[in-house]
């Protein structure tokens, strides 16, 4: 098992359709989790971070986290074609070193 | 610096070369991290510098590849004897300091150097 999984889409959703990108991970001691956004030939940028159970909202953007299932998902609501890209999760190793482990991505293809 | 820096953002070598890639943190960031993105895959950790000192390397891939870190800052990917599957994106990140849900810090990443072995 993968300590962080993400289907690999791609996803396709219409122009102003909510897209929802989920991510499970394997360690009960993961504190922090993170979505990041890369477009094609570029490097990651944080979208944002979520630490506790429950929703965190940020613009068009929300994070929701349940530890108890050791699930993570990002919703974005009115997509926009600019949104299409690949996101990436990103999980806290808690095994004592500081550092993310990244899923594999789930690409993102927003259609007019 | 504004943002983490890395360079070379290209470069080329032939197969048996030896190559350096340079990364030069965020200004104040005490953690530094090598991750690898071979194209259309997800990204592999390679190793974390706090400080000067790597307490995991546990993703360096062989006895090829190290790493050092001078001054708390800027930081040297060496690749030696390259090879063919070493064609990747090598991505330098830092963050201020531990990655703990109290500290609220992230990584923030370079634009990675792209390797390229012939």
């Known amino acids: 098992q993968k300590e962080v999984e993400q289907n690999s889409g791609p996803l396709s959703v219409p122009e102003g359709a909510i897209a929802s990108l989920n991510c499970t991970y394997s360690?009960?001691?993961?504190?922090?989790f993170f979505w990041y956004r890369q477009y094609s030939g570029k490097s990651p940028e944080l979208i944002m971070f979520i630490y506790s159970n429950g929703d965190k909202e940020d613009g068009r953007f929300t994070a929701q986290l349940n530890k108890a299932s050791q699930y993570v998902s990002l919703l974005i609501r009115d997509s926009q074609p600019s949104d299409s890209a690949t996101y990436l999760c990103a999980v806290n190793n808690p095994g004592g070193y500081n550092k993310l482990i990244f899923g594999a991505g789930t690409r993102l293809a927003v259609h007019p | 610096g504004a943002g983490v820096s890395q360079s070379p953002s290209n470069k080329v070598t032939e197969k048996g070369k030896d190559v350096e890639l340079r990364c030069d943190p965020i200004?104040?960031?005490?953690?530094l991290y090598w991750y690898r993105q071979s194209l259309g895959q997800g990204l592999e950790f390679l190793i974390y510098f706090q400080g000067n000192s790597a307490p995991d390397k546990s993703g360096l891939p062989s006895d090829r590849f190290s790493a050092e870190r001078t001054g708390g800052s800027v930081s040297t990917l060496t690749i030696q004897r390259t090879q063919q599957e070493d064609s990747a994106v090598y991505l330098c990140?830092?963050?201020?300091?531990?990655?703990?849900?109290?500290?609220?810090?992230?990584?923030?990443f370079g634009e990675g150097s792209w390797l390229t072995v012939v």
């Open positions: 360690d009960r001691g993961s504190q922090s």
């Open positions: 990140a830092s963050s201020l300091g531990l990655l703990t849900a109290l500290s609220g810090n992230t990584i923030y």
């Open positions: 200004s104040g960031h005490t953690a």
